[in-house]
């Protein structure tokens, strides 16, 4: 790489993609430097990696917290700030070269929006931003000439399949699930799951919102939604295989009928050090795939019958509109709710399936009307789950 730094915002930098990410340039001081670092309520954490880590800029969003952080951080002259536009404002700041987007959820929407406008490349953890406005998002980047680097290990991987194959039509992208901890099972044993049996994945270390994703499925819903608008390719383009030992992290076939793998163990931190680094690969000292420990490696159809959120993430691709944020605000409220125990395992699809019946639809929604869409679906999810929004 150049010898000069790339100055990384790190949007939520508290949570597992963040504290990943942190690893990353600790490991690269030489070509990364931290610029902004901010959290929703995890005041110590930050407050450790802010003076790890010397950013120029902290915002902690519960504004509840700002005199603690502040009190913490001023000493050291680390600047200071509080609340959702403080979030949408630092990522415009000049010095900034590449905006991670690690926040969970909608919340990433908008000051993804305002990094894109201000002409900062984005490195994309935060995969609703694209199911929820995906157009409007990548209309954007065009228009501001911001490039979207996926972090997700799957769009990581489809992406490194296609440098240096621009220019060739793709035929098929094939995205890669492990199955999640419920694989196999019925909806019979679904019924009577805990929280506590869907956060342990199979494979990888993630937060509690997106494990809970994993074992329904609409993680990968999510993902099919993503790939459309990060490839340009059309649903009926995009295939999902589960493959449980999770080594192969997708593939791309093309029009000749060659398809590529990326390949590797699951880990995080490869995906995040490749979004910051591109076009460069880093030397690393990640753990290898070791080819003759894993002399097996399976594939088989997903059960949409049993885990009915999948279907659903392709219906509100193929519906489109506002659509896939009805989905998604419907999602984020029936986890919660399942994760404080007010509604079971199944429910969750129930929830999302009459928002998406229930939520007036709009084909062609602006900005205003995604913001609309969004709150709207939350309270009729709340209502139907008991959750207060």
């Known amino acids: 790489m150049t010898s000069q730094k790339r100055h990384i915002a790190i949007l939520g930098s508290t949570g597992s993609i963040g504290r990943q990410a942190l690893e990353v340039i600790a490991a690269n001081r030489d070509t990364f430097e931290v610029e902004v670092l901010t959290a929703q309520n995890n005041a110590d954490l930050l407050i450790e990696q802010s003076i790890h880590f010397n950013p120029n800029t902290v915002v902690i969003c519960n504004e ?23 979030l949408a404002s630092v990522v415009q700041m ?10 969970v959820g909608y919340a990433g929407l908008q000051p993804t929006l305002k990094a894109i406008q201000a002409g900062k490349h984005i490195a994309l953890a935060n995969k609703e931003t694209l199911v929820v406005a995906g157009e409007l998002v990548t209309n954007l980047a065009k228009k501001n000439g911001v490039n979207i680097y996926p972090v997700d290990s799957e769009h990581s991987a489809i992406f490194q399949c296609l440098v240096g194959e621009f220019h060739n039509p793709v035929e098929k992208i094939i995205l890669t699930a492990s199955g999640g901890p419920f694989r196999g099972k019925d909806r019979e044993f679904l019924k009577t799951v805990t929280k506590a049996q869907a956060l342990k994945h199979p494979n990888w270390d993630m937060g509690a919102k997106i494990t809970i994703d994993s074992a329904t499925l609409m993680n990968k819903g999510l993902e099919v939604i993503e790939a459309r608008w990060l490839f340009g390719v059309k649903a009926s383009q995009i295939e999902v ?5 999770s080594i192969i992290h997708s593939m791309v076939q093309f029009e000749d009928g060659s398809i590529k793998a990326q390949m590797g163990l699951p880990d995080m931190r490869l995906p995040i050090q490749y979004a910051l680094s591109y076009p460069h690969r880093l030397k690393a000292d990640f753990p290898r795939f070791d080819f003759l420990k894993y002399p097996s490696l399976t594939f088989e159809k997903p059960d949409t019958d049993t885990f009915t959120n999948l279907s659903l993430a392709y219906t509100a691709l193929q519906k489109g509109g506002n659509m896939p944020c009805i989905i998604n605000a419907a999602n984020e409220v029936a986890v919660a709710a399942f994760l404080q125990d007010q509604i079971g395992f199944l429910e969750i699809s129930e929830v999302i399936a009459n928002c998406m019946a229930k939520i007036p639809y709009i084909a062609n929604p602006l900005y205003e009307d995604y913001v609309h869409t969004d709150s709207e679906t939350r309270i009729l999810a709340g209502e139907m789950t008991e959750l207060k929004v």
């Not at 000049?94 to 926040?103: G, K």
């Open 64 to 86: 509840k917290l700002y005199d603690k952080v502040f009190a913490a951080l001023d000493p050291h002259g680390i600047k200071v700030y509080a609340g959702l536009q403080a």
């Open 94 to 103: 000049e010095q900034i070269d590449i905006v991670l987007t690690a926040l």
């Open 241 to 245: 295989v589960v493959h449980p030992q």
